[in-house]
């Protein structure tokens, strides 16, 4: 009897020894498996900080780059509208009929003040007063004059259309589509008006027939096609400034 006693007694206690072993065992792996996970966590959080402040980078540059690609559009726009405007004004200026002082009441000295005031370009009014001076020909100062204006609009056209071909990047697609079509005509109308003028001021002569006459003919409507070219663009640029083009 008393060693069944003694038996029970052993089991007894092993049975605590094992609950205990047990308990400890399981608070260890519980423990373990707790930091196991808490270290996987702050790994996870810091790797998620990285690429949260990567891509939080990545927008503040994209959002930088966009705010000045807007910035320069909106630049680029007013630029290219008043060039575009001041071509457009040149080419009717350059079509007025201009109202020449009497040079036969006037002397060299005040022909040639009178040529500095048109012609910006020194050695231009000196060769024009010395060529005057030894023909006295007035058609050679008209023509010296109107040559510089004519010179001037094909300046102010080319400046417009390397300006629009060197930011064209910048524009919406409806801004282009509106330009493309009425860029080529500036050229082609001032060359037009160009040989018109310097023939009635050189020769005091109209182009009646010919080639050049039916060009002629149809400068009105040219014209008109460049100046509604010109209000659309306006137009544009004004509902796209006003409005944002986000594209």
């Known amino acids: 009897m008393e060693y069944i006693n003694e038996i029970l007694k052993f089991f007894g206690q092993a049975t605590i020894l094992i609950a205990a072993v047990t308990f400890l065992l399981r608070s260890y792996f519980k423990n373990l498996v707790s930091q196991f996970f808490k270290k996987e966590l702050e790994e996870y959080k810091h790797d998620l900080n990285l690429i949260t402040e990567e891509k939080k980078f990545d927008y503040q ?66 060769k024009t007063n010395r060529k005057f001076q030894q023909y006295r020909d007035f058609s050679i100062i008209k023509s010296s004059i109107v040559a510089t204006r004519l010179k001037t609009t094909m300046l102010e056209i080319n400046e417009f259309i390397e300006y629009f071909e060197e930011n064209e990047l910048y524009y919406s697609n409806e801004v282009i589509s509106v330009i493309l ?50 209000g659309k663009l306006k137009q544009l640029i004004v509902n796209e400034l006003s409005i944002g083009d986000y594209s």
Do not use: C
């Open 61 to 126: 540059r994209k959002l930088h780059d966009f705010n000045l690609y807007r910035t320069r559009r909106h630049e680029s726009y007013r630029v290219l509208y008043k060039l575009a405007l001041s071509s457009l004004n040149k080419i009717n200026q350059s079509r007025k009929q201009t109202v020449w002082p009497k040079f036969e009441d006037m002397t060299y000295e005040e022909i040639e003040v009178y040529l500095k005031t048109e012609i910006k370009d020194d050695f231009e009014v000196q």
């Open 181 to 230: 079509p009425f860029k080529p005509k500036m050229n082609e109308v001032s060359k037009i008006i160009s040989v018109q003028v310097l023939v009635k001021e050189m020769v005091d002569l109209e182009i009646e027939e010919g080639f050049f006459k039916e060009k002629i003919d149809s400068l009105d409507g040219e014209i008109r096609f460049i100046e509604e070219g010109v």
